[in-house]
T-cell receptor, first 112, second 112 residues
Framework: GQQLNQSPQSMFIQEGEDVSMNCTSS?????WLWYKQDPGEGPVLLIA?????ELTSNGRLTAQFGITRKDSFLNISASIPSDVGIYFC????????????FGTGTRLQVTL | DTAVSQTPKYLVTQMGNDKSIKCEQN?????MYWYKQDSKKFLKIMFS???????INETVPNRFSPKSPDKAHLNLHINSLELGDSAVYFC???????????FGSGTRLTVV
């Protein structure tokens, strides 16, 4: 089946640093979504991307839909302690609009 | 007001028992899902219901049986629990063909 690989698998950064992570797929996606999961909670949608090349921001978060439609990127600027969590990319495989496939996740730790 | 609520939050049970997890959403969504998150935090879809009709049934043992009495509820019943069923189970909902799922806070199932 579809596999979404995220890198890095985990990151340890200092408060105030910028963060970059990416997600790659073996096939084309028409929608890319980025979710964040806090400990003990369910994933929460951060940003949705619907068009190749699209760049969308949500506060300190910026995500891009790759031109090849096989990848997406998420950047977090000036990280703060509450950014800690697991970040997942996700998308519906082509032809299955009602089923989201999730990436392997990037675990972010922020130190003071 | 909790948008997607799951009960119980924690469930510890012995092998061989039968247990149920309940899910309710008050968002007016027409599609509901069950996801399983393993110890490596990988999220995998199990089932999807649209307007009470099963539309996705991934390769899940038939010991798992979802039931949707109405559009706002999707319950998961598990028979003859096994150690390998230990995981966090997430309920989610969406409007069909919209990528943004809303997740519940999860049910941590531990089989001993």
């Amino acid at each position: 089946g579809q596999q979404l690989n995220q890198s890095p698998q985990s990151m340890f950064i200092q408060e105030g640093e910028d963060v970059s992570m990416n997600c790659t797929s073996s096939s084309i996606f028409n929608t890319w979504l980025w979710y964040k999961q806090d400990p003990g909670e369910g994933p929460v949608l951060l940003i949705a991307l619907y068009k190749a090349g699209e760049l969308t921001s949500n506060g300190r978060l910026t995500a891009q839909f790759g031109i090849t439609r096989k990848d997406s990127f998420l950047n977090i600027s000036a990280s703060i302690p509450s950014d800690v969590g697991i970040y997942f990319c996700a998308g519906p495989p082509t032809g299955t609009a009602s089923k989201l496939t999730f990436g392997t996740g990037t675990r972010l730790q922020v130190t003071l | 007001d909790t948008a997607v609520s799951q009960t119980p939050k924690y469930l510890v049970t012995q092998m061989g028992n039968d247990k149920s997890i309940k899910c309710e959403q008050n968002l007016g969504h027409d599609t509901m899902y069950w996801y399983k998150q393993d110890s490596k935090k990988f999220l995998k879809i199990m089932f999807s219901y649209n307007n009470k009709e099963l539309i996705i049934n991934e390769t899940v043992p038939n010991r798992f049986s979802p039931k949707s009495p109405d559009k706002a509820h999707l319950n998961l019943h598990i028979n003859s629990l096994e150690l390998g069923d230990s995981a966090v189970y997430f309920c989610a909902s969406s409007l069909v063909r919209q990528g943004g799922y809303t997740f519940g806070s999860g049910t941590r199932l531990t089989v001993v």
